[in-house]
């Protein structure tokens, strides 16, 4: 989209240069922590349209005038080499879902105005099409559905189809409460391009329950196996949230599942934001089990990934990275500072 510009590249932002927002009410081109330059009404949205804004907001940027864009920390001056297509389209279906995790921002009851939102108020796969017909969609370009349920939205299986029939890559953050046989066709169609998280978070019914509200684990590593038919399609994940779910026999249980249900790869987390408890869990209570979890995977041959919540300091250093299973441990010896949520 930008054209580089001086010695130093030109000021700009990955939202600007190539993302698309699928918002509630409008299509935005922004980060969401800030008021969107570009916010465009479904029935005004078109190619040129969104285009016209991108240039307009661009050159109010290098003019100085574009405030929002000024003061944001997203803005950067260097030299952009997006292609100009469409290369990531986020889809903001809410909060439509079938659990109701301790952690989860939807459950805090100032925030249960979100849980009317369930669904953006036009059509996701109109917008998705139009941009492929135009030719604008990256072949690269990744459809993102995040918060929420999105197994549960109503277009969710016709617009992974178009995704990946287009093929281009889809990102489906789910619970696996409900099967989906358009998710398991997408996983057949195009096993690379299909990513799939599924956070379990526990290794028995009744924690599960505790944590999420419904009795259904074992629902779940069902439909995880049934995804995992041919090959290793779902990234389990396990977010340490309370006492219960890092006991040693919730670890176990969590991994032996893994193994049954072919989880090859486990993202492992540690809860920040905690909003119904009352507190954190301390570096003492999720140290132990964070490693424990991590050298059982790696036992177990499953690849581990560690989440956002989970930083440490170097001896010498302020600076919070994200540790390797060996820094962890040195952590658990006191060698390294775990970060003090
Ligand atoms: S406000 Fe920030 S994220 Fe939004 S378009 Fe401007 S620079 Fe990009
Ligand atoms: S499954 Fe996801 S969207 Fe649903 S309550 Fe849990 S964290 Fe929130």
Redesign the pocket.
Known sequence: MNTGGGADGEL?????EGRLDLSYETID??????????RIAFQDFNITTLQQLRHA?LAR?HAGT?A????????KKKHWTSSGLVESINIHHFTKCNLRCVYCFTVIDDQQWIRERWETKYSAYDVIKAVIDAGQLSPRARVIWAGGEPTLVEEFDRVTELVTEFGAYVDVFTNCVRFSPALAKAIERSPSRVYILCSVDAGTSATYEGMKGADVLQRVWRNISLYNKDRSAVTGKYIFVNAENCADHEIDAFVAACLEARVCRVVMDVDGYQVRANRWLTPEEYLPPLVRLGEALRAAGITTFFGEGVRCHRPDSQQLITPSLEGLRECLAGEWRPAHQ
């Open positions: 700009s932002c990955q939202y600007l081109v922004c980060c969401g922590f800030n008021e969107s330059p570009i907001t940027i574009e929002t864009c000024l003061s944001c920390p997203q803005l």
